[in-house]
T-cell receptor, first 113, second 115 residues
Framework: KAGVTQTPRYLIKTRGQQVTLSCSPI?????VSWYQQTPGQGLQFLFE???????NKGNFPGRFSGRQFSNSRSEMNVSTLELGDSALYLC????????????FGEGSWLTVV | GNSVTQMEGPVTLSEEAFLTINCTYT??????LFWYVQYPGEGLQLLLK?????DKGSNKGFEATYRKETTSFHLEKGSVQVSDSAVYFC??????????????FGAGTILRVKS
């Protein structure tokens, strides 16, 4: 059974640019969530999508957005990149019920220069 | 709001030593509790979970018991190996449906095992 797949794994962007990250969940999972991991702030929840609807949102500025497609695949977008956006972005999937186990992908390493 | 507090690291042990990483939580209701492990350069892997009080999660020699009375979920292993060197995260997931399915993480504890 394939796990959560994220692309690209590594990318470097310039301040002011935008970036799109992609995530394919485990087959059958309808919930996809995104987390940002930095040395200073640790693991922080960005948002969760379930059946193409944003169900929950963390405390991030509007530059961070996402969407989910009918096949449960998800993308997240960060516009007007700042140096502080450099982080590991982790996608996770689950069946979507409260308390279900959440499985993570390998992450996308974003460096903003 | 919900929160998770882990013991600060790094924790440095010799091979075959006993490991305890403390984790306490604050939550409304009865959350599910998890331990995740992150090896260098990788994402998070689920190590074990417990969904109700007195449940014991176990995997690969690691164990943790959900203690409602002390709001704790301490991770233990009887004999660590060099390959256990990683960052360990304690996390909770609110059981209530209106919060969807999200995790609240502790800060993580770095474990270094020396041979």
């Amino acid at each position: 059974k394939a796990g959560v797949t994220q692309t690209p794994r590594y990318l470097i962007k310039t301040r002011g640019q935008q970036v799109t990250l992609s995530c394919s969940p485990i087959s059958g999972h309808r919930s996809v969530s995104w987390y940002q991991q930095t040395p200073g702030q640790g693991l922080q929840f960005l948002f969760e999508y379930f059946s193409e609807t944003q169900r929950n949102k963390g405390n991030f500025p509007g530059r961070f957005s996402g969407r989910q497609f009918s096949n449960s695949r998800s993308e997240m977008n960060v516009s007007t990149l700042e140096l502080g956006d450099s982080a590991l972005y982790l996608c996770a999937s689950s069946f979507g019920q409260a308390g279900n186990t959440i499985y993570f992908g390998e992450g996308s390493w974003l460096t903003v220069v | 709001g919900n929160s998770v507090t882990q013991m600060e690291g790094p924790v440095t042990l010799s091979e075959e030593a006993f490991l305890t990483i403390n984790c306490t939580y604050t939550a409304t209701g009865y959350p599910s509790l998890f331990w995740y492990v992150q090896y260098p350069g990788e994402g998070l892997q689920l190590l074990l979970k417990a969904t109700k009080a007195d449940d014991k999660g176990s995997n690969k020699g690691f164990e943790a018991t959900y203690r409602k009375e002390t709001t704790s979920f301490h991770l233990e292993k009887g004999s660590v190996q060099v390959s256990d060197s990683a960052v360990y995260f304690c996390a909770l997931s609110d059981q209530r449906g209106e919060y969807g399915n999200k995790l609240v993480f502790g800060a993580g504890t770095i474990l270094r095992v020396k041979s």
